[in-house]
């Protein structure tokens, strides 16, 4: 089904007065391609800062090889500096997974430039950190498991509670069409880009910029199987137990062309807990 089918939510007004900037408009799938030129040139660009260690760490021989060949999706030093990241850094990433990928980065990076890195996965138990010293922390592609579990306003509320003040909280996700219910977005792995701002927000951070450097305006999220049908996932049968899926696997030629989109449209947001 495609997602355009879904019904809409009660329109999403962002609260003006949490919001300090003029927000550009959100992604559609109907935006001509002057208009999504348009919206793309609008967002915040990353201002590139010469750090030799994060340069050192991402070029680093030791990163796997799987984990290089995604950094033409992932653009790991761009968004790295437009979160903010600065040597010294106490950072908190959650849930990194088993493979890795920002630890991978993030973890040399701090030991490189006398930082912290500290990785949670249980952070309701704990952040690994005291409240109010760290000076941020990473969410990557995990506000549609946490919206289906409930957890995004507990959660939330552990992250403000660690960061310091000014502290920033780093986010990329998988993006849906903005206007979605995103109960029936989240089972497919994409989040509106304006739930997860309202969500923030409401935990008492303040949106601080937004930017297109993982857009990917080649994903449709039209995915037999989700956002997993695309690389580095690759789903491409059903899996057993969901019914989300299309019941039967891709041919071949379906397989090719999921593969030549490459990785999601990601949403790259960066917030900040007030001074």
């Given amino acids: 089904m495609r997602l355009l089918a879904l019904a809409l939510t009660t329109a999403l ?5 949490a919001v300090a900037q003029a927000l550009p408009a959100m992604p559609t799938l109907d935006e001509t391609p002057g208009q999504r030129t348009a919206r793309r040139a609008a967002m915040t660009p990353p201002v590139l800062q010469e750090d030799a260690a994060l340069q050192a760490a991402v070029a680093s021989p030791t990163r796997p090889a799987a984990d290089v060949a995604r950094d033409v999706y ?3 030093f761009e968004t790295l500096t437009f979160w903010g990241l600065t040597p010294g850094s106490t950072v908190v990433e959650i849930e990194p997974g088993r493979a890795g990928w920002w630890r991978n980065i993030l973890e040399p990076y701090a030991a490189a430039t006398g930082g912290t890195y500290v990785p949670v996965n249980r952070p309701l138990e704990s952040m690994g950190v005291a409240d109010g010293t760290a000076d941020m922390v990473v969410v990557a592609r ?7 579990a409930g957890r995004t306003e507990p959660y939330l509320a552990a992250f403000f ?10 986010v990329e996700q998988h993006r849906s069409v903005d206007g979605l219910n995103p109960d029936q977005t989240a089972p497919t792995g994409y989040m509106p880009e304006s739930h997860i701002i309202q969500a ?13 450097l993982n857009a990917n305006p080649a994903d449709d999220r039209d995915h037999p199987y989700g956002v997993w049908t695309l690389p580095p996932v690759r789903t491409s049968a059903p899996r057993e137990g969901n019914a989300n899926d299309r019941p039967t696997p891709l041919t071949d030629a379906e397989r090719a062309a999921f593969d030549a989109i490459g990785e999601s449209d990601r949403m790259t947001l960066r917030f900040r807990k007030p001074a």
């Fill in 13 to 17: 007004a962002l609260p003006s007065l």
């Fill in 74 to 76: 992932r653009h790991p």
């Fill in 142 to 148: 995990a506000f549609h498991n946490w919206h289906r």
């Fill in 161 to 170: 509670k660690a960061l310091k003040p000014g502290g920033v909280l780093a």
């Fill in 200 to 212: 923030a927000v409401a935990a008492g951070f303040v949106l601080d910029a937004r930017s297109e």
